[in-house]
């Protein structure tokens, strides 16, 4: 299986300013229809997951712009511009390139 | 607006039996590869098996394999997870996942499953 190794483990971020995640893939997530297939999700406490972004900068509707990924082949990156209060929980990035799908093991953003 | 709704969890011993149920609705349902992710408690997130959209193409993780059965119903917008021989370690959260591009867009709420004695 496909390792997805997320860093680091625990964010703890002053409101407003920016926080960066990684991910690592033990492959390259470059598939066969020329996409690359790195997501990112966020949890909150209680909840299910939501899908930020996908095939690596894409963001879904109504998340904000300042969620901003990218990267390539083995190497991704969620950026948070300036964070605020919502954006506390658990991120994780997760590949779909390969069957099984695999996730990180999620990096906890707390407010400082 | 896209929905899925899981049902079916519950408290079962090491070896027992449990069918879990996926209502979706607000989206053709015949058209998507529909998954099973499940969260241990406090712990990541694991595929554990999906199908493709006419029922004919399943895939499982290892540790589930001859144990879970994945199937759907396509008039009845339904997909169900068939778990048998349970294990204390197949104790999670259960989600009903939609796959878009190989990637999960939407998520239901979970159910949870707990193997005990």
Redesign the interface.
């Known amino acids: ?1 496909v390792v997805m190794t997320q860093s680091p483990l625990s964010l703890p971020v002053t409101l407003g300013q920016p926080a960066s995640i990684s991910c690592r893939s033990s492959q390259s997530l470059l ?1 066969s229809d020329g ?1 690359t ?1 790195l ?1 990112w ?1 966020h949890q909150r406490p209680g909840q ?4 930020l972004i ?2 690596v900068s894409n963001r ?1 509707s109504g998340v904000p712009d300042r969620f901003i990924g990218s990267g390539s082949g083995t190497d991704f990156t969620l950026n948070i511009s300036r964070v605020e209060a919502e954006d506390v929980g658990l991120y ?1 990035c ?1 590949q ?2 390969y ?8 990096t906890r953003l707390e407010i400082k | 607006e896209v929905q899925l709704v899981e049902s079916g969890g519950g408290s079962v011993q090491p070896g027992g039996s449990l069918r879990l149920s996926c209502v979706a609705s607000g989206f053709s349902f015949s058209n998507y590869w529909m ?1 099973w992710v499940r969260q241990a408690p406090g712990k ?4 554990v098996s ?1 199908i493709n959209g006419d029922g004919s193409n399943m ?1 499982y ?2 540790s589930v394999k001859g144990r879970f059965t994945i199937s759907r119903d396509n008039a009845k917008k339904m997909v169900y997870l068939e778990m048998n021989s349970l294990r204390v370690e197949d104790t999670a959260m259960y ?1 009903c996942a939609r ?7 939407y ?4 159910i949870l499953v707990t193997v005990s004695s």
């Open positions: 299986d598939y996409n297939h997501s999700f299910s997951p939501r899908r996908y095939k879904d994780y997760m779909g390139a069957w099984p799908y695999t996730f990180g093991q999620g | 998954h990541g997130l694991v595929c999906r895939n993780v290892d989600f796959d878009s591009s190989w990637s999960i867009d998520w239901g709420q979970g």
